[in-house]
């Protein structure tokens, strides 16, 4: 199969194109490193060096790898992304190009315009681009858990039936997001479902949780395949983020009291997930939407889990409950549904000591190359100071 | 009271800042004249021609009206904006600055993607100049019926109780929108709800009917004072282009079965609704949506209405059932509240033949200036073809 990946140079974006190209299949990647200059701007630079993603694309295939093709430029440039689609002419586009951090978009007027007029205009050029030059495309779109936020009713997948005063309909499932790059993720439901019904679109959205992992079966052939892992507060997820200060032997930073609850998934089942989407397409007109995550956990449970895994290494871990910068429950319900992937062959791998250990262990090499700095939070939801 | 209107140029900016100005109210008005090019490029002229906005004006002053300020200026360019409202100080600013029709927002690539960059980035920019130069300031947003759709359940006024698997909580009551257009109605909506709760906006949100009318009291004072009348397909709305047609003696344009069903108001009422908003405020970190319309009509029962005024002046009229140019649904339930205005205060003028009546002999002396390429559909949902 032809498949494009927007955003091929993400954390997710690589590992997905090696994977996909892995398999068999024809892999196109676009890239134009937004993230990697806003990481830089904002000195929250990832742990290991990344080579860029042409050079990427080379070690892979030094390592025995398929060849991935690698297309520089801007999903937000219309011209750019439509030649491109026109070209390829992709059975199957995977939109990962978006600016992906909270708290980014958090920081003030500049990083919240650039975060909405990115995110939406990727969102739509790849709408346009798809309908004008390979209408019948599946467009598979990152969504997130987090548009949904945490309602006090059961979380469906996407869709909920309602019944009012003695009628029904079925409906969009209510969102209601904690910060402004989870609200782009709602506004890109909402343009995707619009073009859906309107035009014949096929699109699944993926309604992710928080990722954590630094390795796939793809990475394991060359260390500089890894993707890039951020362990900051404003880029890196807070798993991820969790088990570097482990091993720099700080205290593990909670925001407020910890009960803040998520669902999780490994960097692996992503992979997973996106696959079975791929080879599960909808039908034009169809708007499907699969909660991606295995298992739900609060952030107390996480530091729980990561200390044990250190003690396992002889680390000794402390926790410390910091004043939350955003403005979120700390308490809540959350009972979110997830059996659409695994209806479709979902496999996962939950987080467990032993996974946890083992990420430890692969993270232990870079301790020389963690900067404090970065690790404690430095962005407010009150007031965006750096 | 200090009144910052976007917008000011546009059907409704315009008698909206006469009437607040008339009322003693210190108002500023901002236009870019978008609507006015983007008519003229599309052909889509209004019915009389409008003097620009600091002429209007004037006339207005010279007719013994109060002074009304004009800044001409782009309100998605947010230095002017930010300039503008930290300048002013406004209490409550009216935003009525995005790109108002559907169709148009339906013709391709090029006017979608004006629509949805121009109406995001108002709304965006009106959020942080608030914010940042003004927070106590009451925003008035102008929404849309259309963002609810047709749903198959009541339409509350917008929030929802959903209860759900034995627990129940409150949500934004779900939108679906028929164009890209009502879409990013919905968007603004989502964004403004956001900002709302995570910065304590004040924040009223008018879900407006299609409006219909060409005269206030102060269009009364002098004809070149008049709003812009669209008749077209494009710009014009469904009461205003009948009419037109009327006069013209060709046959109504009723698109497909007829039986859309949607909340109408008039012109007049539209006024009432936004001087209400502005007289009770809402407090900080709160948003009040209302559902603005006096009755709910279909185009069938709109057509007939036109007739039997159409009559008393002896005029015959035709109806035709053309090719729906749109998708929507042509016969569906339609229950939509609006007792929040009613409660504020609202004195509703219902479309009776006598207002019709009226609104036809205004028209009559502009019968030579009809253009009669203008009101038949030119814009297909399921093409776009001009």
Not at 98 to 107: C, D, F, L, T
Request: aromatic share 8%.
């Amino acid at each position: 199969m032809r498949i494009l990946i927007l955003g091929g140079d993400g954390y997710l974006g690589w590992p997905t194109a090696m994977a996909l190209a892995a398999e068999g299949h024809e892999v196109l990647t676009i890239d134009n490193y937004l993230r990697r200059l806003l990481a830089e701007r904002t000195r929250s630079q990832a742990l290991m060096r990344n080579p860029d993603l042409q050079e990427r694309a080379e070690i892979f295939a030094a390592a025995g790898g398929p060849k991935i093709r690698v297309a520089i430029g801007d999903c937000a440039n219309y011209l750019f992304l439509s030649r491109v689609v026109a070209e390829f002419q992709p059975e199957a586009a995977i939109h990962y190009a978006e600016q992906p951090s909270a708290p980014y978009s958090m920081i003030g007027f500049d990083e919240a315009r650039l975060t909405l007029n990115n995110n939406l205009n990727t969102t739509f050029n790849l709408i346009w681009a798809v309908l004008e030059r390979a209408p019948d495309c599946h467009i598979v779109k990152l969504g997130t858990m987090g548009e949904y936020g945490t309602p006090k009713i059961d979380i469906e997948e996407g869709w909920i039936e309602i019944e009012h005063a003695g009628r029904k309909d079925k409906f969009l499932f209510p969102r209601q997001a904690g910060s402004l790059y989870h609200t782009t993720k709602v506004l890109d439901t909402d343009l995707l479902w619009f073009y859906v019904r309107s035009s014949g679109l096929r699109v699944t959205d993926l309604m992710q949780g928080p990722v954590y992992g630094l390795s796939t079966a793809e990475t394991d052939l060359d260390k500089r395949l890894m993707p890039n892992f951020h362990y900051d507060d404003i880029f890196g997820t807070v798993v991820n983020r969790f088990l570097v200060q482990a091993i720099a032997g700080i205290p593990l930073t909670v925001y407020g009291k910890g009960g803040q609850t998520r669902g999780y998934l490994n960097l692996r089942d992503t992979l997973q997930c996106v696959r079975l989407a791929i080879q599960n397409p909808v039908k034009r007109g169809e708007l499907r939407i699969l909660n991606q995550f295995t298992e739900t956990l609060s952030v107390n449970d996480i530091a729980l889990r990561v200390r044990a895994a250190a003690a396992r290494l002889d680390l000794e871990v402390r926790v410390d409950h910091v004043a939350n910068p955003r403005k979120e429950a700390e308490d809540h319900y959350y009972n979110p549904k997830n059996s659409g992937l695994l209806e479709l062959g979902l496999k996962p791998s939950l987080m467990t000591e032993d996974v946890l250990t083992a990420m430890l262990r692969e993270l232990v090499p870079y301790r020389h190359e963690i900067d404090l700095k970065k690790v404690r939070p430095r962005v407010s939801w009150s007031g965006g100071a750096r």
